[in-house]
Structure formats: structure tokens, C-alpha cells
């Protein structure tokens, strides 16, 4: 079946531009992650969904980020004012568990966000 | 709070020689660890998974990993690399003790098989 799907693949801002970048699960997975990578760094979470519902959001490093899963599918994540610090790819990821526990996650192939 | 250590940034390895990817954790409760690799503009695969059970565990194109709960290890093994393994490797760790905690990955080991 289909995997995890993220649009767009590429995307460049100017400084201070938003950002809206969209993630398609695996059709029936219940939770879904967003994670930032750095260049040259391994993934850092960012969020986290479990149907419609945000149940954790500690890792956005600020208030200009924000996610949304309204109908519990696709999910999308907002950069407001983008900086250069936000140049990154966004990986967005989906998992068949209730709980996100045990069973591993399924991983798109990303969004590369360049910040001019 | 969890962390993962990949105290190698690089490995080289003779093509059909066995290769090693080493990982180390910590966590306050119960492990649960996974091993992912990154080819170049693709998203993570998973490769395999340490839960519960048996220490060593087998996963997909050959690999295994050994989770050794005294050296808090949970290295990567394949007893003959291909030059097709040659990518990023990233070990992940999750408190299995604490709900919905999201994965705490590694920096990465850049696998590099030579023909």
C-alpha cells in the first residue's frame, strides 16, 4: 500500500514568509509525529497526534510553529515568519498503534525548507 | 530523559566483510530501541526493533542487532556488507515506561561499504 506522504518535497521561503507544509499518514494510522532534521544531525521531535488530538507539542521550538491534524489524517505544519535557524527538513511520520508505544514508525520522505 | 550515542560519525567496510554500527542509550525505564537508515532524499526506513524477548534481534536485508542491557548497547550487525548498504544509519531510543514519548534518535553513522 501507499506509504506516508509529504508536500511539497522542496520548498523556499524568503525571511519572514509562512510555510504550510502537508503530511498524508498511512491510511488507518492512528498517531502521527512531525520531527525537524539539521543538516548533518539526527531527527528531533517536534509534535505529536493521536487521532485529531495534539497530545504533545513540546518540541516546537517556538510559537511561530504550529501543526493541526483536524480530521484526524492529513496533517499539516505551519511556519510563521520563517528565520534562516528553520532551514531544515521536516519528516513527518505515522504509526499504527494506539498508543505509539511499541510499534514503529513509518516515515515520508520528507520536506526540504530552505529560509533565504 | 532519553539519549542515544552513535560515537562513530563514519564506518568504512570492505564489501562481504561484517560490519558493526555501534549505539548506546539511556533511559529511565524500560528500552525500546530501533534502528532506522537513510538513503540520500528519502525519508527513514526501519530496519528493526528491540521491545522485549530475545537479545538479539533480526531485521530486514540481513541486519541484526544485539541489545545488551549491562553495556546499554544496542549495536547493528550484518555478517557480509554490500555496497548497497552504504548510507546513514540512525539508532533510535523510546522510555517504554512513560506513555506516549516520542523517539530520540542518534546523529547518525554514515555506513560507507567498499567494493
Known amino acids: 500500500g501507499a506509504g506516508v506522504s509529504q508536500s511539497p518535497r522542496y520548498k523556499v521561503a524568503k525571511r519572514g514568509q509562512d510555510v504550510a507544509l502537508r503530511c498524508d499518514p498511512i491510511?488507518?494510522?492512528?498517531?502521527l509525529f512531525w520531527y525537524q532534521q539539521a543538516l548533518g544531525q539526527g531527527p528531533e521531535f517536534l509534535t505529536y497526534?493521536?487521532?485529531?488530538?495534539?497530545?504533545?507539542k513540546s518540541g516546537l521550538p517556538s510559537d511561530r510553529f504550529f501543526a493541526e491534524r483536524p480530521e484526524g489524517s492529513v496533517s499539516t505544519l505551519k511556519i510563521q515568519r520563517t528565520q534562516q535557524e528553520d532551514s531544515a527538513v521536516y519528516l513527518c511520520?505515522?504509526?499504527?498503534?494506539?498508543?505509539?508505544?511499541?510499534?514503529?514508525?513509518?516515515f515520508g520522505p520528507g520536506t526540504r525548507l530552505t529560509v533565504t | 530523559a532519553q539519549s542515544v550515542a552513535q560515537p562513530e560519525d563514519q564506518v568504512n567496510v570492505a564489501e562481504g566483510n561484517p560490519l558493526t554500527v555501534k549505539c548506546t542509550y539511556s533511559v529511565s525505564g524500560n528500552p525500546y530501541l530501533f534502528w532506522y537508515v537513510q538513503y540520500p532524499n528519502r525519508g527513514l526506513q526501519f530496519l528493526l526493533k528491540?521491545?522485549?524477548?530475545?537479545?538479539l534481534v533480526k531485521g530486514s536485508y540481513g541486519f541484526e542487532a544485539e541489545f545488551n542491557k549491562s553495556q546499554t548497547s544496542f549495536h547493528l550487525k550484518k555478517p557480509s556488507a554490500l555496497v548497497s548498504d552504504s548510507a546513514l544509519y540512525f539508532c533510535?531510543?523510546?522510555?517504554?515506561?512513560?506513555?506516549?514519548?516520542?523517539?530520540?534518535f542518534g546523529k547518525g553513522t554514515r555506513l560507507s561499504v567498499i567494493a
Open positions: 511520520a505515522s504509526s499504527f498503534s494506539f498508543t505509539g508505544i511499541s510499534y514503529e514508525q513509518y
Open positions: 533510535a531510543v523510546r522510555d517504554g515506561g512513560s506513555g506516549n514519548t516520542p523517539l530520540v
Open positions: 497526534f493521536q487521532n485529531e488530538a495534539q497530545l504533545d
Open positions: 491510511s488507518g494510522h492512528v498517531s
Open positions: 528491540y521491545i522485549t524477548g530475545d537479545n
